[in-house]
Structure formats: structure tokens, C-alpha cells
């Protein structure tokens, strides 16, 4: 939660729900990005 709130804004600027519903999705897929990039790459050693 700390890096969502770093990175993103918690305050939903629109006015309207379905765009603060939109809002909040979009931030969400960011937020899956950068925590995707920060993953090691595991790999099976034999």
C-alpha cells in the first residue's frame, strides 16, 4: 500500500462514479505493473 500511495494519487480527482470506478481500475493496472517489474524471474535448477 505505501508504493501505491507514493506512486498514485489516493484521491479520486472526477466527479463521476463510473469515471472514479474507471479511475481507480487504471490505477490499479499500474500499480500490477510496476509490482510485475520488480519480481525476480524464478527459474528450476536441476
Known sequence: MLRYQQLLNLKLTLRNYNA???EALS????????????????????
Open 20 to 22: 472514479q470506478v474507471s
Open 27 to 46: 490505477n490499479m493496472k499500474e500499480m500490477n505493473k510496476v509490482i510485475r517489474l520488480s519480481m525476480p524471474v524464478r527459474q528450476q535448477i536441476n
